[in-house]
């Protein structure tokens, strides 16, 4: 049983293109998570960015802020470090749709407009990399040999 879940959490595919992709899709989720959290990066912090959702009709704003953000900056690190890929994408990938269908459907596609064109590259990114797993020099490889029994 504890093999099965950690092949089931960690194992991916033997390649490099889960790099190339997870590491700056991790990098923007975790910098438009720090908005979110703390203000960095020009942000509003978790006072600013929850009022505005709830402004918007997602309340407790405060409580979604948190949720969005930490989904975003935890997510993102874990995409980068290669830990917990699945999982950690998955949540990315809930969030994206989230901000897809809460904030920018109504505006079309395209980002001049405020659609949901970005969005929706980051739900597809990281939705694939919740199919695929972390790939090669990610943890989660570590942590299948480890705790797997196995190797990729």
């Known amino acids: 049983m504890k093999n099965q879940l950690a092949r089931t959490l960690f194992s991916s595919t033997d390649g490099y293109a ?49 949720l969005a953000g930490g989904a975003e900056f935890f997510g993102g690190l874990a995409l980068v470090l290669g830990l917990l890929t699945r999982p950690a994408a998955l949540v990315s990938a809930f969030a994206m749709l989230v901000a897809i269908f809460a904030v920018h459907i109504d505006n079309g596609l395209f980002m001049s407009n405020n659609g949901y064109e970005y969005a929706l590259t980051l739900f597809a990114a990281t939705l694939a990399l919740a199919i695929q797993g972390a790939g090669r020099l990610a943890v989660d490889r570590m942590l299948l040999k480890r705790f797997g029994g196995a190797s990729y």
Do not use: C
């Open 18 to 66: 889960a790099l190339v992709l997870r590491v700056p899709v991790g990098l923007i989720l975790a910098a438009h998570g720090a908005q979110k959290l703390f203000g960095w990066f020009g942000g509003y912090g978790l006072e600013g960015t929850g009022q505005w959702l709830a402004s918007i009709g997602l309340a407790p704003g405060y409580l979604m802020a948190l």
